[in-house]
Nanobody
Framework: VQLQESGPGLVKPSQTLSLTCTVS??????????WRWIRQPPGKGLEFIGY???????FYSPSLKSRISISRDTSKNLLTLQLSSVTPEDTAVYYC??????WGQGTQVTVSS
């Protein structure tokens, strides 16, 4: 199973960031797996953003809940993270992970005008 994150790289402040995690070699609806979004700002530790369970239910970090949405396209076997009203503090490497045991390589997002 492989996870591949993709996104715009550069986003302007106040815009909505949209990232995709494409999963190959396994289904995102397989029971017992949850698909999580994590980010790491420069010089800081990992930060949990949210997850979607195999059932489709979601849980979001309380600190980001008002700005994030995680969805999926089961026909394409991918998950999408949307983060609205971005600021430079949202600059980070964004990762998707399956149960914290399988990780994508991450995608750099920079928020700058």
């Amino acid at each position: 199973v492989q996870l591949q994150e993709s996104g715009p790289g550069l986003v302007k402040p106040s815009q909505t960031l949209s990232l995709t995690c494409t999963v190959s070699g396994g289904s995102i609806t397989t029971n017992s797996y949850s698909w999580r979004w994590i980010r790491q700002p420069p010089g800081k530790g990992l930060e949990f953003i949210g997850y979607m369970a195999s059932s489709g239910s979601t849980f979001y970090s309380p600190s980001l809940k008002s700005r994030i949405s995680i969805s999926r396209d089961t026909s394409k076997n991918l998950l999408t993270l949307q983060l609205s009203s971005v600021t430079p503090e949202d600059t980070a490497v964004y990762y998707c992970t399956r149960n914290f045991t399988l990780w994508g390589q991450g995608t750099q997002v920079t928020v700058s005008s």
